[in-house]
């Protein structure tokens, strides 16, 4: 099996539909910019469905690409003598669970009135695992797109307790417990793997800052009513983020909005 397995060759049928991350011609996105979405899920609210229903689809097609990652790590660094074998078993034990939350997603997809390929798969969490680091892998992904997994799972629990949907909220709480391990995970090897090496430390943490970035997703992720992803404090403050760390990512996620705004100001 080949090594450092590129973005390009990912095995997909035709029910997927793949785009770049921002691309401005796709209308099917779950990540467009979009004032009648711009907002905190409500089962009440009129775009509420069709925004659960993109983000559900954003979700599986994460959990598919979660597994791919995790799995790569766990053959990628096999052999190179320097990365534990403990944490090539913990990425192991994360492909059984990304496997177990794509058959979920599946099912939720459905009992939500969505499909496969109705909205686009961007890659970049895949991308993200193609790191020639192991360290910046584990923050790129398992603290990064992991983290925001978190977030984005209690969004989804809390929409499925407020429409009281059992189904959802009951699945979504499943998935959330098993994506604070994830971050957990990456935290300890962060630190495990970088204790006697801060610059390496500093490199793997300004790659996670990059894809906290990118994926507060034009400001869809944050702490106010205007963001439909709300930040989960305190299941992060679980997986191993201290306070400053949740304070960056809230100030990325500041930023990011800002930026979309202003950039869709000057769109008109």
Not at 47 to 69: D, V
Not at 183 to 190: A, R, T
Not at 202 to 209: D, G, K, S, V
Request: include cysteine; charge should be negative.
């Amino acid at each position: 099996m080949k090594n450092f397995h590129p973005v390009e060759e990912l095995a997909r049928d035709e029910r997927f539909v793949r785009t770049p991350l921002f691309d401005p011609t796709d209308k099917r996105r779950a990540t467009d910019v979009d004032n009648d979405v711009r907002s905190r899920l409500h089962p009440l609210d009129e775009a509420a469905p069709e925004g659960a229903r993109s983000l559900m689809h954003g979700i599986f097609m994460g959990e598919i690409q979660a597994l791919e990652g995790a799995g790569r790590t766990a053959w990628d660094f096999r052999d190179d003598g320097e990365t534990p074998y403990q944490l090539l078993l913990d990425m192991a034990r994360q492909c059984w669970d990304e496997a177990r939350h794509v058959e979920i997603s599946v099912k939720l997809m459905d009992h939500m009135g969505t499909h496969i390929g109705e909205f686009t798969e961007t890659t970049f969490l895949y991308e993200a695992a193609c790191n020639p680091d192991p360290v910046l892998r584990l923050c790129g992904v398992n603290r990064a797109l992991e983290g925001l997994a978190i977030d984005v799972f209690n969004t989804m629990r809390n929409f499925g307790m407020e429409g009281e949907d059992p189904v959802m909220s009951l699945a979504e709480d499943w998935m959330l417990s098993d994506e604070v391990t994830h971050v957990k995970m990456g935290s300890d090897w962060l630190r495990r793997m970088t204790e006697t090496d801060p610059q390496r430390r500093e490199n793997a943490l300004m790659f996670q800052r990059t894809v906290d970035k990118l994926f507060s997703l034009q400001g869809l992720r944050g702490e106010s009513e205007e963001n439909p992803i709300q930040l989960a404090r305190q299941f992060r403050r679980l997986s191993g983020f201290t306070e400053e760390e949740i304070d960056e990512v809230a100030g990325v996620a500041r930023e990011a909005m800002e930026e979309a705004y202003a950039q869709h100001s000057a769109q008109g």
